[in-house]
């Protein structure tokens, strides 16, 4: 069964200080990352997603992954207190359809 | 960017009772999801729907569960009869390709059952 695990479950920052999220599949056949935040009561939105080993920068984030590892991680560096949200990372593969399958997320507080 | 809609926001019904979910894609999409997320827990892929047929559904995709999109209007999760354990939030998503493209969320239903 596909599982997708996350770390931590929760993680306090100092506004600008950097975050670290980190995710692992179990599946050897996972293709594709993505990571999404998902503010209170809210839809997730798609942060950044990562097919291919090595790093990815935009803007505050950086995505990396392992795929010899199945690992993941994303870091926000100078973080704001309107990055505190549920950090969603999740999974597919290609032949899925899509299908995302998600970790349990990392609940991250930014404290001013 | 583009938004997804979904309709109601919120649903209150007893037990028993049927509820049709409704989804408002992005225009343009092909593929379509319904997640389920409980409070306080992860998110849960129910099933995928692509040129008119499920794709694909998950072990949470009940025989009460059903979907469809007739002729490109909204896409439905319709469930009868609902049971006290259907009490979520419901995700639609669309995609413009089922495999390596960006999943768009809408707002969620957040559907109660008594």
């Known amino acids: 069964q596909q599982k997708v695990q996350q770390s931590p479950e929760s993680l306090i920052v100092p506004e600008g200080g950097m975050a670290s999220l980190n995710c692992t599949s179990s599946?050897?056949?996972?293709?594709y990352f993505w990571w999404y935040r998902q503010h209170s009561g809210k839809s997730p939105k798609m942060l950044m997603?990562?097919?291919?080993?090595g790093e990815k920068e935009e803007g505050r984030f950086t995505v990396h992954l392992n795929k010899a590892s199945l690992h993941t991680s994303l870091h926000i560096r100078d973080s704001q207190p309107s990055d505190s949200a549920l950090y969603l990372c999740a999974a597919s593969i290609d032949y899925n359809q899509g299908k995302l399958i998600f970790g349990q997320g990392t609940k991250l507080s930014i404290k001013p | 960017g583009p938004k997804v809609l979904q309709i109601p926001s919120h649903q209150i019904i007893d037990m028993g009772q049927m509820v049709t979910l409704n989804c408002d894609p992005v225009?343009?999409?092909?593929?379509f999801y319904w997640y389920k997320q409980i409070l306080g827990q992860q998110m849960e892929f129910l099933v995928n729907f692509y040129n008119g047929k499920v794709m694909e559904k998950s072990k949470l995709f009940k025989d009460q569960f059903s979907v469809e999109r007739p002729d490109g209007s909204y896409f439905t999760l319709k469930i009868q009869p609902t049971a006290l354990e259907d009490s979520a939030v419901y995700f639609c998503a669309s995609s413009s390709t089922g495999v390596s493209y960006e999943q768009y969320f809408g707002p969620g239903t957040r559907l109660t059952v008594l």
């Open positions: 599946d050897r056949n996972v293709d």
């Open positions: 997603s990562i097919f291919s080993n």
């Open positions: 225009s343009n999409h092909l593929y």
